[in-house]
């Protein structure tokens, strides 16, 4: 694969990592981060969320939701999502703090509100490499079933990028391509590093 694939959701957990987990299994070069200040998953009400630092391993969540209440939490999915993640990489990742993995070529966001920050952050940072960045959202929502269609989707636009001579020179009609055959609207901006 020619490029380095970010994956971005809110809390690294649902819709990243699905696309992380099915791209990495198609041989791409892929991460994953969250843009939240902290990790929330589902708890036994809307009003009780269970929240995690960034860093806490998926593994110690699987623990400490199993402890908790495992009946609730295997059927709601979050325990089967936490299992796939640690078998994809230790713990969530933040976004705005991986300065340290290098650089991307192609970020995808699974919500216009990460979409922002992703782009806004791209644009705080120092821009000593001058490299261009294609940050694309594709708008999923965050339950399980949606976030294996948006890996699928995001996995068949990578191909499509993989497969251009350049994505600078085609980006538009690789955007116009998709957007016509899965009938989704992207949002995408060129940044740099």
Known sequence: MKFRYAMVCSSNQNRSMEAHSLLKKQG????????GTHV??????IREPNVYEFGTPYKQMFDDLFRKDPALYKRN???????RNSSVKL?????????????FDIVFTFEEKVFDMVV????NRDHVLMKSVLVINLE???????????????????QDIEAAES???????????FENKHRRKLLY???FY
């Open 167 to 177: 994505w600078e020179e085609s980006i538009d009609d690789i955007i116009i391509a």
């Open 189 to 191: 901006s060129i940044s």
């Open 77 to 83: 999915g979050i325990l089967p999502m936490l299992k």
């Open 91 to 103: 713990a969530p990742q933040r976004w705005q703090d991986n300065a340290a993995d290098g650089s």
């Open 28 to 35: 791409f070069d892929v991460s994953s981060y969250g843009t």
């Open 140 to 158: 999923v929502k965050d339950n399980h079933e949606e976030a294996a269609v948006g890996a699928r989707l995001a996995l068949d636009l990578c």
């Open 120 to 123: 806004e952050d791209l644009h």
């Open 40 to 45: 929330k998953l589902p708890g036994p009400s």
